[in-house]
């Protein structure tokens, strides 16, 4: 039921845009197939890595940024949707089993 709107240049601060009941909303999708170290859930890396001519630059999660993070956990053919204003950390995550 959305309209939804891709990011193709590869230097916005979201992945896509979607749009229901006249409400514009900036997302970031991310992916896992890592369990973490604990082995009590998935490990979800937030961060980006951008390669350039003489390093690589690193830009931390910035939950100012979107509304919402989208994570595909590829093992368990499952999408986990959060508001990015409950998220409180900038590189990695962890979504444990116990709240799936």
Request: charged share 35%.
């Amino acid at each position: 039921g959305y309209d939804v709107f891709l990011e193709f240049d590869g230097k916005s601060p979201f992945d896509l845009v979607i749009h229901k009941d006249n409400v514009l909303e900036r997302v970031e999708v991310k992916c896992t197939e890592t369990r973490n170290k604990a082995n009590t859930g998935w490990k979800v890396q937030l961060k980006k890595v951008r390669p350039n001519r003489t390093r690589n630059k690193i830009i931390n999660f910035d939950k100012t940024k979107l509304e919402k993070l989208i994570v595909y956990i590829e093992p368990l053919n499952l999408v986990v949707l959060f508001e990015s204003k409950d998220i409180n950390v900038k590189c990695e995550m962890s979504i444990l089993d116990k709240d799936l």
